[in-house]
């Protein structure tokens, strides 16, 4: 399965002056993106925009929730799959604990999520985890921008960002016990459009390379944002951005805690055709973003080496 690599995630440098739209930064920060997201499938975005008291109010926010009894925390139940709670099944490793918060960048996505957990109410919690999700949700959407201009489709940029949701999931990962597993989650590739991981000074995330390296991702600075390509971004560009294979091992001492901003579509993604030329003929087919993660829980589906070429591939 390839061992640990010495190589470095790209890194990108997302300051005010290289968000000027159009400047000679903007063009060359999003050329730097695009390339980055097509070999690796994803980048380490230093990301100043966010105060380190948001960082830190956040990871407090997440701490606060995991403490909670087992049996509220079992009260964050969805339809869609992986979007409530996870945690004490025989299916996953016994040391994950993730919860979700849907429309999580809207008052009224984290006021019943709050609600839910605080019946009493936690005013603290939920105007915590609005700022911080509507912040990253902006990153998410330049980078988005960013992609979409470099392919020539800024045109598609606006409906793709109505359509847009975002789930905020939350994660805990616990200490591995003596001779305990201490794969935190197995090797994956994200099935939403864009996900923006952000984590506490406790490490574990690995990402595969192309030719089977195992990057791990060491720098979690309060400025420091890893931004992934899913399945659905994938099939999207008609293939060119690579969608990453990443795990969670723990090797820590303490707890670690994670953030997670999925991006999912609420309708149908179509491969724009200036991405279809002589070079690259058309791969896949339109697709419903949330049929792709459904049939990623179907037995068919966890068994395909890729969601998107099995679910939508032409």
């Known amino acids: 399965m390839g061992s640990l690599s010495l190589l470095k995630l790209p890194v990108v440098n997302l300051s005010k002056e290289n968000l000027k739209p159009r400047t000679s930064s903007w063009l060359t920060t999003s050329r730097r993106i695009t390339e980055a997201l097509e070999e690796f499938g994803c980048f380490v975005a230093v990301y100043d925009e966010a105060p380190l008291e948001l960082h830190r109010a956040i990871f407090s926010a997440a701490e606060e929730l995991f403490d909670l009894p087992t049996e509220i925390k079992q009260k964050n139940i969805s339809e869609k799959p992986y979007y409530g709670y996870v945690g004490h099944q025989p299916f996953i490793p016994s040391i994950y604990e993730g919860m979700g918060i849907d429309y999580a960048n809207t008052m009224e996505g984290t006021q019943d999520f709050t609600n839910l ?80 991981l952000h984590q506490n000074e406790v490490t574990g995330l690995e990402i595969r390379t192309k030719d089977g390296y195992w990057i791990s991702f060491d720098d979690p600075a309060p400025s420091s944002f890893i931004v992934l390509a899913g399945d659905a971004f994938l099939a999207w560009s008609n293939g060119r951005i690579h969608a990453a294979l990443h795990r969670v091992i723990m090797n820590g001492a303490k707890p670690r805690y994670s953030l997670g901003l999925f991006t999912y579509d609420d309708g149908i993604i179509k491969i724009p055709e200036e991405l279809v030329d002589d070079e690259h003929p058309l791969k896949f087919k339109p697709f419903e973003h949330f049929g792709l993660l459904r049939y990623y829980f179907t037995e068919e589906g966890s068994k395909a080496d890729s969601t998107a070429k099995a679910y939508c591939g032409v």
């Open 117 to 196: 957990m605080w019946p009493q109410g936690n005013d603290n919690f939920c105007k915590t985890v609005l700022s911080y999700s509507k912040l990253v949700s902006q990153l998410e959407q330049t980078v988005k921008r960013m992609v979409f201009e470099s392919y020539g489709v800024e045109k598609q940029y606006d409906s793709m960002i109505e359509s847009s949701t975002y789930l905020l999931r939350l994660m805990k990962y616990r200490r591995p016990e003596m001779n305990e597993n201490n794969v935190g989650v197995t090797i994956h590739t994200d099935k939403s459009f864009i996900t923006v």
